[in-house]
């Protein structure tokens, strides 16, 4: 069955690999990454001790992000080699593991002589992929080449669930190559097993994303009197939706006050000249400014946000009401603070699908849902304390996963 897909897919790449090069071009996407995915790279002499790690875009890559601190904290003596499939996890991963990875680059192409190419220079002693990356031939080569390889933070989505039902038979030959399938979900363990995956392979670790710790701090903002809401990681175009939003709710709710904290601080001007359009009175973080006095406080200040969630009684997270993709909202929820997003949630979808299934976050397709979720946590004492507790008990449901698989990597090595 693999003799087949392999004759297959190499004649279906080669085929289409310069049609779709061309497609890409002409719209004015560059093909970043295709060398290296090709197996035109140099890699660094890694040694024979070497730890892999696959996360294929942005969510991936954060959510492996302290794993691989653990790894290399754990295992000192090994290299760790960090892949991605796409640009913005590969500017990512590059980002967070210039001072941990030994080396970062693109995952190859799934035909033979990328692969081949690709294991031959890194040489790893043991491959972890997160989620549901499943290529056959590099599987089939990680088993002939007796290289233990695991699935973590494993989940299948309904809609891929019911297209891998369909061909059981290939994933279940599959699946013989993989030492271990951990999964984020009792759900996703069956999905898996229904595809094919062994039952004594197949274990829950839970997700690596909930492996947030808080970071206690005190913050002396004059906001024991009020109720803060913090608009985190705003980006242009939020701005504005936020401060109508909150000059609406503040006719309602006269204690609220507002957290303003951009994404980027080259836009803080930008944003002091919306603010003083809705005149309301406001302050500076870095002037340190507070609440007594002011309306609205821009935190114009780095490394402050996640430590200050702390202080609000709910967050609404940026990045979503354009194309970005959200930003990270368990950095509040690790607090038991509820969330609220826009629409564009693509780099944290899971965990927004689990904590949409409680009170602990929500996800809102305009502005008009954003005034109407805010007005109902402040007006609304029980809906907001059960929102408060649903994130407390997702928290809790969902650690443990980074230890798992530390301990399974202790058993391997």
Same mark, same amino acid.
């Given at each position: 069955?693999?003799?087949?897909?392999?004759?297959?897919?190499?004649?279906?790449?080669?085929?289409?690999?310069?049609?779709?090069?061309?497609?890409?071009?002409?719209?004015?996407?560059?093909?970043?990454?295709?060398?290296?995915?090709?197996?035109?790279?140099?890699?660094?002499?890694?040694?024979?001790?070497?730890?892999?790690?696959?996360?294929?875009?942005?969510?991936?890559?954060?959510?492996?992000?302290?794993?691989?601190?653990?790894?290399?904290?754990?295992?000192?003596?090994?290299?760790?080699?960090?892949?991605?499939?796409?640009?913005?996890?590969?500017?990512?991963?590059?980002?967070?593991?210039?001072?941990?990875?030994?080396?970062?680059?693109?995952?190859?192409?799934?035909?033979?002589?990328?692969?081949?190419?690709?294991?031959?220079?890194?040489?790893?002693?043991?491959?972890?992929?997160?989620?549901?990356?499943?290529?056959?031939?590099?599987?089939?080569?990680?088993?002939?080449?007796?290289?233990?390889?695991?699935?973590?933070?494993?989940?299948?989505?309904?809609?891929?669930?019911?297209?891998?039902?369909?061909?059981?038979?290939?994933?279940?030959?599959?699946?013989?190559?993989?030492?271990?399938?951990?999964?984020?979900?009792?759900?996703?363990?069956?999905? &898996?097993?229904? +595809? /094919?995956?062994?039952? %004594? @392979? !197949?274990?829950?670790?839970?997700? #690596?994303?909930?492996? =947030?710790?808080?970071?206690?701090?005190?913050?002396?903002?004059?906001?024991?009197?009020?109720?803060?809401?913090?608009?985190?990681?705003?980006?242009?175009?939020?701005?504005?939706?936020?401060?109508?939003?909150?000059?609406?709710?503040?006719?309602?709710?006269?204690?609220?006050?507002?957290?303003?904290?951009?994404?980027?601080?080259?836009?803080?001007?930008?944003?002091?000249?919306?603010?003083?359009?809705?005149?309301?009175?406001?302050?500076?973080?870095?002037?340190?400014?507070?609440?007594?006095?002011?309306?609205?406080?821009?935190?114009?200040?780095?490394?402050?946000?996640?430590?200050?969630?702390?202080?609000?009684? &709910?967050?609404? +997270? /940026?990045?979503?009401? %354009? @194309? !970005?993709?959200?930003?990270?909202? #368990?950095?509040?929820? =690790?607090?038991?603070?509820?969330?609220?997003?826009?629409?564009?949630?693509?780099?944290?979808?899971?965990?927004?699908?689990?904590?949409?299934?409680?009170?602990?976050?929500?996800?809102?397709?305009?502005?008009?849902?954003?005034?109407?979720?805010?007005?109902?946590?402040?007006?609304?004492?029980?809906?907001?304390?059960?929102?408060?507790?649903?994130?407390?008990?997702?928290?809790?449901?969902?650690?443990?996963?980074?230890?798992?698989?530390?301990?399974?990597?202790?058993?391997?090595?």
């Amino acid at each position: 069955m693999f003799f087949i897909y392999k004759i297959l897919s190499t004649v279906l790449f080669l085929i289409s690999l310069p049609l779709y090069a061309a497609v890409r071009i002409c719209h004015g996407k560059d093909l970043s990454g295709w060398s290296e995915k090709l197996g035109n790279f140099n890699a660094p002499a890694l040694g024979e001790k070497v730890i892999m790690y696959h996360g294929v875009s942005v969510g991936e890559v954060i959510a492996l992000e302290n794993l691989i601190k653990k790894t290399k904290e754990t295992f000192p003596d090994y290299k760790i080699v960090v892949t991605t499939g796409t640009k913005t996890g590969q500017e990512i991963a590059k980002k967070k593991f210039d001072k941990i990875a030994d080396f970062v680059t693109y995952f190859p192409f799934d035909i033979t002589i990328c692969v081949k190419t690709f294991l031959d220079k890194i040489n790893p002693n043991i491959v972890l992929i997160a989620e549901t990356e499943l290529w056959p031939t590099f599987a089939d080569y990680c088993k002939k080449r007796k290289i233990p390889l695991f699935v973590i933070n494993g989940r299948i989505s309904d809609s891929t669930f019911k297209l891998y039902r369909v061909m059981t038979p290939f994933f279940k030959e599959l699946f013989k190559n993989y030492t271990g399938i951990f999964t984020q979900s009792e759900l996703d363990r069956e999905k &898996f097993i229904k +595809i /094919g995956a062994p039952e %004594n @392979k !197949t274990e829950v670790m839970k997700n #690596l994303k909930f492996d =947030v710790k808080r970071i206690e701090a005190d913050f002396d903002l004059k906001q024991d009197s009020f109720r803060v809401i913090i608009a985190g990681s705003t980006h242009k175009g939020e701005d504005e939706i936020i401060l109508d939003t909150f000059k609406k709710l503040k006719k309602e709710f006269h204690d609220i006050k507002l957290l303003l904290a951009p994404r980027h601080l080259t836009r803080v001007n930008n944003i002091k000249e919306l603010v003083e359009k809705t005149g309301l009175t406001y302050g500076f973080r870095s002037k340190d400014d507070k609440f007594d006095l002011n309306d609205i406080i821009i935190l114009d200040t780095l490394g402050e946000l996640s430590r200050i969630y702390q202080i609000c009684e &709910f967050a609404f +997270i /940026g990045g979503s009401f %354009n @194309k !970005t993709g959200g930003h990270n909202p #368990l950095e509040a929820v =690790v607090y038991n603070k509820p969330v609220i997003s826009g629409p564009s949630i693509h780099n944290f979808r899971d965990i927004y699908w689990i904590l949409a299934r409680s009170k602990a976050g929500k996800v809102v397709k305009n502005q008009q849902e954003l005034f109407l979720q805010m007005q109902k946590l402040l007006s609304d004492n029980d809906f907001y304390t059960e929102s408060c507790n649903d994130c407390k008990n997702v928290f809790e449901s969902q650690q443990g996963a980074l230890e798992f698989v530390i301990e399974k990597l202790k058993k391997v090595i």
